[in-house]
């Protein structure tokens, strides 16, 4: 939003929960309500999957949301643009209303969720090739079962919608080109923006000191909202750190997410746990203060926080998968490792954390600028927008 607006552009965002004063980004309900739909998709899902709570947010049906359509933003609205609408934001009756409006649309992929029937990442499985069912996140999965369901009106949809989508990452790209949902769909890869005034190098002493981060060693961060999420890899981050385990008294591994002590006490390096952080400036902070990121993912798209990192000066280590190696330029703004393995993972932290002086700061910098400034990516979103609004 912040990016078409600083170029020029009108633009409205409205959001399940808003968490600033910002008059451009309104809420679609009430404190009250906002959650409602939230929690009936949620227990859908539980009744789906035989009362189990396992892999109870892997997924989303979109059963329940908000209908937008009747919003004074929506009626005055030359294009509508959705981006991730799970959770109770948007329901697939809602996604059809906007469809029928005849309103222009354009749909930016942060995940696999428009491709497949419930899941937000595949995994290894490919039944989205054809028409989803026997869903392996399920506890009972079924030729019929509700991936199938989902997966047969999301078709119903977008036959014939006139859809402008977006894939952040050409990994995604590729994964849409697979789905049966999507022939003769229009698609295109643009990566998300980043303000890199916001997101710039600091001096990383007075960061230290504002984080209370020591100022005596390397420090390598490792963030996410769930850390114990087995997507994001920690598994491996885990091994790797026992690796390093010859350079505990001067690399400490910095935690940004919910981290629980028994986690932590498995950690073969010293650890400093910051909890999750909600604040862009303190996460700049924590940018500006660390040596390098580690992400070991095993499923990604386009990681923001790679982005960010790479925009304060900060080199990434992460495996090949996904959009990672898209953002990482392997031994230019970071190291990418060899897929699952706790090995090369630790090499890449080893090489990022080595006492000589090395590029990688600057290039990784250079590197954002390069691609994913705010005017180079409102750019291609200005030619999208009008080439919707003016075309015959």
Known sequence: MHALQVNGMEVTMLVRDA??????????????????????????????????KKNLFEVSTANFGFDITKRAEFKEADVVHLHWVNQGMLSLSTIQKIVRSGKKIVWT?????????????????????????????????????????????????????GIQFVCCSN???????????FPGNLIIQIPNPINTQLFTPGDAIQARKRLGLPLDKKLI?????????????????????????????????????????ELLDIIGLNTKSLGY???????????????CFVIPSLEENLPNMIMEAMSCGVPCVGFRTGGIPEMIMHGETGYVADYKSSEDLAKG????VSPEETPFRKTARTFVLEHYSETAVADKYRQIYEKRLFKK
């Open 349 to 352: 932290i080893r090489s990022m």
């Open 221 to 261: 961060l490792f963030g996410a909202y769930s850390i114990t999420d087995q997507r994001k890899g920690i598994r491996y981050l885990i091994e790797a750190t026992h690796l390093l385990a010859d350079l505990k008294d001067k690399v400490e591994l910095v935690f940004c997410g919910v981290a629980k002590q």
């Open 109 to 161: 992929m942060h995940d696999m969720w428009p491709l497949t029937g419930i899941c937000h990442y595949s995994g290894e499985c490919r039944r989205y090739v054809s028409n989803c069912g026997n869903c392996p996140l399920l506890q009972m999965p079924a030729e019929n079962d509700i991936s199938r369901g989902t997966f047969q009106k999301k078709e119903k949809i977008y036959s014939n919608a």
């Open 277 to 291: 952080i909600s604040d862009q400036a303190t996460m700049i902070s924590v940018y500006q203060a660390v040596d």
């Open 19 to 52: 968490d600033t004063a910002n008059p451009s980004v309104r809420t679609i309900a009430s404190r009250l309500l906002k959650k409602l739909p939230f929690f009936l998709e949620r227990l859908t899902i539980f009744l789906a999957n035989r009362f189990s």
């Open 171 to 181: 990994w995604l790209l590729q994964q849409v080109h697979s789905s049966a949902l």
